[in-house]
């Protein structure tokens, strides 16, 4: 890196870009940490939409009167232009317009940034309490464009709908979580009673506007749903090429899927022999979960479990395989204050006063958790994963605000964290067969997902030969395919069928990441290393799968 680098033109645009989004949605300063964050939202309904375009055009023109002076220019140029791209073609086939599933939708980030805010001081339940009085305009504005979206005949599956409504209703329930936020604020030493007010009545206010969401989704929504659960290979397109930065043939894709699962699973088979001598891989996972060894009671317990492995991985990988920076080697691990089941990372804020932390959503009931299975997730969320992967963006100094802080492609992202899985069990640290095991069961749903998520949304034909895909034979195959339990595993399928495009980003990211590592290696001729590709792939911060392979063949 050279720190000299002084900003261009084209670092002034991105930072610019990078303004414009958070002025458009407020609340996203919170999600990337950036300091002193406002308190509102952004606007959801039609005019906001329309706004993000109108915004994305002009910024593009601004962009063509601009000449690259170096590579890092030439990178930022190449993603800026994707990315004003994937928003223009979004809105050209309404995407906005059924924007409603179980995961990342505005029915989810509406709540969601409340995870974020701080809590521990009267300033910040100020902050809390305004943000809650937001959120009934917040949520108006989001059903007045899904209303739109009635009118053009573009709406989202009726699976989707049922299932966000129900998330709506449980939030917005008398011990739900809206409401539960007084009981948080009158811990706080010397919290106001005026304050106190203020939080109980926005807060009802908010969980009323949630209650009024989950109404419409039911009575005016659902009717004007479609019955599909898939989005058709137009929409498919443009969404999957959004989440990786790259296009894909999506039918050389699906076939990819079918061989790699297929592949996965005779590893599977091969390690089940390691841990019992002529056991099926259903005989050794059951050998497995009844080892007390790799078996942790209560969610205390998994959080010192999680801190101790992230912990270890940092120093020792910091040692030997990477670099990584002083500042970025603290991760806090978390217990979620949702009962989703998913486990997730969130990036450190920008003057790193609020660490990387990785959150486990603990489901309903679940006490008990193997080790076996979730020690390759703390390495995809942590280091070498997530984690390692925000460090060096955060850290280089030649980067503009928006590519260190503001942008993210999944494929990009999520394949480095899978790749990043892979990686632990080439450098040792899945060499228990157990834990390997338990990689190797995440790599098979991660392939059996781009299968799944390919078929539904364009109607391939099933792999057992029956007709084409569809909901009751998706949840078959991921049943087969994973080891989650009910709730979860439909929680999941709901997921792959709402967020088209996203779930086939960790497999088929990963194995870009491995060719371009692959291509990497041998066009230097043993003069790199794999720290060499390592620190310089991740140096460019999160970019689109095309944009890091120009980069990295110059």
Not at 29 to 53: E, W
Not at 100 to 120: E, G, H, K, W, Y
Not at 268 to 285: D, F
Not at 313 to 334: D, N, Q
């Given at each position: 890196?050279?720190?000299?680098?002084s900003?261009t033109a084209?670092d002034?645009?991105?930072?610019?870009?990078?303004?414009?989004?958070?002025?458009?949605?407020?609340?996203l300063g919170?999600f990337l940490g950036?300091?002193?964050?406002?308190t509102?939202?952004?606007?959801?309904?039609?005019?906001g939409?329309?706004?993000?375009?109108q915004a994305?055009?002009?910024?593009?023109?601004r962009l063509?009167t601009?000449?690259?002076?170096d590579a890092?220019?030439?990178v930022t140029?190449?993603?800026?232009?994707?990315?004003?791209?994937s928003?223009?073609?979004s809105?050209?086939i309404g995407?906005?317009?059924?924007d409603?599933?179980n995961?990342a939708?505005?029915v989810?980030?509406?709540?969601?940034?409340f995870d974020?805010m701080?809590?521990t001081t009267?300033s910040?339940?100020?902050?809390i309490?305004?943000?809650?009085s937001?959120?009934?305009?917040?949520?108006?504005?989001?059903?007045?464009?899904?209303?739109?979206?009635?009118?053009?005949n573009?709406t989202p599956a009726?699976?989707?709908?049922s299932?966000?409504a129900?998330q709506?209703?449980e939030?917005?329930?008398?011990?739900?979580?809206?409401?539960s936020l007084l009981?948080?604020a009158?811990?706080?030493?010397n919290?106001p009673?005026?304050?106190?007010?203020d939080?109980?009545?926005h807060s009802?206010?908010?969980?009323?506007?949630y209650a009024?969401?989950?109404d419409f989704?039911?009575?005016?929504?659902?009717?004007?749903?479609?019955?599909?659960?898939?989005?058709g290979r137009?929409?498919?397109?443009?969404a999957?090429h959004d989440?990786?930065?790259?296009?894909?043939?999506?039918d050389e894709?699906?076939?990819?899927?079918?061989?790699?699962?297929s592949?996965?699973?005779?590893?599977?088979?091969?390690?089940a022999?390691e841990?019992v001598?002529g056991a099926?891989?259903?005989?050794?996972?059951?050998h497995l979960n009844n080892?007390?060894?790799?078996i942790?009671h209560?969610?205390?317990?998994?959080?010192?479990?999680?801190?101790e492995?992230s912990?270890?991985?940092?120093?020792?990988?910091g040692e030997?395989?990477?670099?990584?920076?002083?500042?970025m080697?603290?991760?806090?691990?978390?217990?979620?204050?949702t009962q989703?089941?998913?486990?997730?990372?969130?990036?450190p804020s920008?003057?790193?006063?609020?660490?990387g932390?990785?959150w486990?959503?603990?489901?309903?009931g679940?006490?008990?958790?193997t080790?076996w299975?979730?020690l390759?997730t703390?390495?995809?969320?942590?280091?070498?994963g997530?984690?390692?992967?925000?460090?060096?963006?955060?850290m280089?100094?030649?980067?503009?605000?928006w590519?260190?802080?503001g942008?993210?492609?999944?494929g990009?992202?999520?394949?480095?964290a899978?790749?990043?899985e892979?990686?632990?069990?080439e450098?040792?640290?899945?060499?228990?067969p157990?834990?390997r095991?338990?990689?190797?069961?995440?790599?098979?749903?991660?392939?059996?997902?781009?299968v799944?998520d390919?078929?539904?949304?364009?109607?391939?034909k099933?792999?057992?030969?029956?007709g084409?895909w569809?909901?009751e034979?998706?949840?078959?195959?991921m049943?087969?395919?994973?080891n989650m339990?009910?709730?979860q595993?439909?929680?999941e399928v709901n997921?792959y069928?709402?967020w088209?495009?996203?779930?086939?980003?960790?497999?088929?990211?990963?194995r870009i990441?491995e060719?371009?590592?692959?291509?990497?290696l041998?066009?230097?001729g043993?003069t790199k290393?794999?720290r060499?590709?390592?620190?310089e792939?991740?140096?460019f911060?999160?970019?689109?799968?095309?944009?890091?392979?120009s980069a990295?063949?110059r």
């Amino acid at each position: 890196m050279n720190s000299a680098r002084s900003a261009t033109a084209i670092d002034a645009l991105a930072n610019d870009w990078l303004d414009t989004l958070v002025s458009l949605n407020p609340s996203l300063g919170v999600f990337l940490g950036l300091p002193d964050p406002s308190t509102g939202y952004g606007d959801y309904s039609p005019s906001g939409n329309q706004a993000l375009v109108q915004a994305a055009t002009a910024a593009a023109a601004r962009l063509a009167t601009l000449t690259p002076i170096d590579a890092v220019d030439t990178v930022t140029a190449a993603e800026l232009s994707q990315t004003w791209k994937s928003i223009i073609e979004s809105a050209t086939i309404g995407r906005e317009l059924r924007d409603v599933n179980n995961i990342a939708s505005p029915v989810q980030s509406v709540r969601d940034v409340f995870d974020l805010m701080p809590d521990t001081t009267v300033s910040d339940w100020e902050d809390i309490s305004e943000r809650l009085s937001r959120v009934p305009a917040a949520l108006a504005g989001y059903t007045t464009t899904l209303r739109l979206g009635i009118t053009k005949n573009t709406t989202p599956a009726r699976r989707q709908i049922s299932f966000a409504a129900e998330q709506a209703a449980e939030w917005s329930a008398p011990k739900g979580f809206f409401r539960s936020l007084l009981t948080r604020a009158a811990s706080v030493h010397n919290i106001p009673a005026a304050l106190l007010k203020d939080i109980d009545r926005h807060s009802d206010q908010a969980a009323n506007a949630y209650a009024q969401l989950s109404d419409f989704f039911t009575t005016e929504l659902t009717p004007a749903g479609t019955e599909a659960d898939g989005v058709g290979r137009e929409h498919y397109t443009i969404a999957s090429h959004d989440f990786l930065g790259a296009k894909l043939d999506l039918d050389e894709t699906y076939e990819w899927g079918l061989e790699e699962l297929s592949h996965i699973i005779r590893e599977q088979h091969t390690v089940a022999e390691e841990i019992v001598s002529g056991a099926s891989l259903a005989e050794a996972i059951d050998h497995l979960n009844n080892d007390p060894s790799r078996i942790i009671h209560g969610t205390a317990a998994l959080r010192e479990w999680m801190q101790e492995m992230s912990d270890q991985a940092v120093a020792e990988l910091g040692e030997k395989h990477f670099t990584i920076p002083p500042e970025m080697r603290t991760l806090e691990c978390m217990i979620a204050p949702t009962q989703t089941g998913g486990i997730y990372y969130t990036r450190p804020s920008t003057d790193l006063s609020r660490p990387g932390r990785m959150w486990w959503s603990v489901a309903p009931g679940v006490t008990d958790f193997t080790t076996w299975r979730e020690l390759t997730t703390v390495y995809h969320e942590g280091v070498p994963g997530h984690h390692l992967q925000v460090a060096h963006s955060m850290m280089n100094s030649d980067l503009n605000n928006w590519r260190r802080d503001g942008h993210w492609v999944s494929g990009h992202g999520e394949g480095w964290a899978l790749y990043a899985e892979r990686l632990m069990a080439e450098l040792g640290y899945l060499d228990d067969p157990g834990d390997r095991l338990g990689m190797l069961g995440e790599q098979r749903m991660r392939a059996a997902r781009v299968v799944l998520d390919v078929g539904t949304h364009l109607g391939k034909k099933r792999p057992d030969g029956n007709g084409v895909w569809d909901y009751e034979y998706a949840l078959r195959f991921m049943r087969a395919n994973s080891n989650m339990d009910e709730e979860q595993l439909r929680f999941e399928v709901n997921r792959y069928l709402g967020w088209p495009g996203q779930a086939p980003s960790y497999s088929v990211g990963q194995r870009i990441w491995e060719q371009l590592r692959d291509d990497y290696l041998s066009s230097h001729g043993g003069t790199k290393t794999l720290r060499d590709f390592h620190s310089e792939a991740l140096s460019f911060g999160s970019i689109g799968i095309e944009t890091l392979r120009s980069a990295l063949s110059r």
